[in-house]
């Protein structure tokens, strides 16, 4: 077994740690606050009188704004520097979820969520650059782990902490709980975070950015249709999705022939970083699919109510928590590869124990619950790792690309594999609920097979890349 161990175990200073804390306050918020509001429309509907046609878009503008940034997260990188683009988004996102708190009607609060969106957007991959830019290659598992945590157990947080807001307090409270975690990251951001080269960017590429800027929000928003819709013929799915798709083509060709390109896209001629988007695209299907269909299993298979849900959702975050810090470091000591492959079939493996016995409405809670807290770690150990390999495969000057591109090829393999999974779940519920899980779970264990298949590629490229 080949290793990369001297340079991996060099040792992580304490400024490095206390960095990473630091970025973790924008990372938590964001993914704090997209399953936290979800849990108050029904509420916010009701006191804003607005129906569900209407509220649905305090959700859905939320994420089509986060897509909307994520193209321009790279430009702006390299233009204002990692630190200072990290520090202003920190800024907007809290500020607008003061006034998102203060809307007067519904149609104010979808137009300050998406202001709202637009700045998550930046948060994570502008994180994720200042984090590997102050560690190097060779350590980055490790720390970039410590940015997982945040990621993985805010979702998980959010249906608990939403339910007993709005059990003892009005729905305002959803956003202004960001206000504190903001305020405190802003402060710490500061003093501590390195503010990066600037004016690096060449001009803006407006063109490239209108179709990619475009494109991409209406393929995410066309893959959550479908979801909905049932089919993708329906014409709420079928325009947008081909409006995407062209926005996209013609944004790669675009970008082909331009001196100064939006982002660049040279760098998938690495076959490592080939590989890693590859893995990282279905690990993102498998953790977005698995986030979207146990709290639907508890809701309709076992009646759960939804402060009960979030509790049982626990164990998934657990487990999360418990793995990444060992995961990043076996990346650092033996690649992202080997460990997102160990992970891939520590997935099918629960999956499948899924398919067999979790499917039945008196399945054994505590067997439930156990099989949460090691789905929680497979699937971490399954999608964090290609997302380490992709960033250590570049220059630290292209890390700014590099963590924009992972981000949305995790996105849109999250945006796909909800979709059929919700299709899926609508199709088989006429036959029952426990049909319709088990089938549900059949096309779980095929998405964890699908990204233990792409792990392995990757592990390969790692191995002949030496």
Sequence with gaps: MTTVAAPAEARIG????????VIVFGAFASGLDGSLTNIGLDTIGADLHAGLDETQWVATGYLVALAVSLPLCGWLGRRLGPGRLWLMALVAFTAASGLCAAAPSIGWLIALRVAQGL???LLVPAGQTVI????????????????????ALAPALGPVVGGLVLHALSWPWLF????????VGLALGLRYVPRGDRGAAGPLDRRGFALIGGGLPLLVYALTRWGSAGTPAAP???IPLVLGVAGLAAFVLRTRRREHPLMDLGLY???????????SAFSGALMFGTALVFPLYFQILHHDRVVDTGLRMLALGLGTAVILPVAGRLTDRYGGGLVASWGGVAAVAVMVVFLLFGADADADPVLVEVLLVLLGMAVAATAVPPG???YQAVPPDRLPDATTQVNIVQRIGGALGGSLFAVALANGLPGGGEHAFRVVFGWLTGSAVLALLCSQWLRIALRRAG
């Design 269 to 279: 001629r690495r076959p490592v970083y080939v590989a890693a988007s590859g893995a």
């Design 388 to 390: 380490i390999a992709a």
């Design 236 to 238: 709420s799915v079928a």
């Design 132 to 151: 590997g830019q102050a560690v190097g290659a060779h350590r980055l598992g490790r720390v970039m782990s410590t940015l997982g945590i945040a990621v």
């Design 14 to 21: 304490r400024p490095v740690w206390r960095l990473a804390l």
């Design 119 to 121: 700045a998550a957007g």
């Design 176 to 183: 202004l709980i960001n206000l504190p975690i903001g305020a």
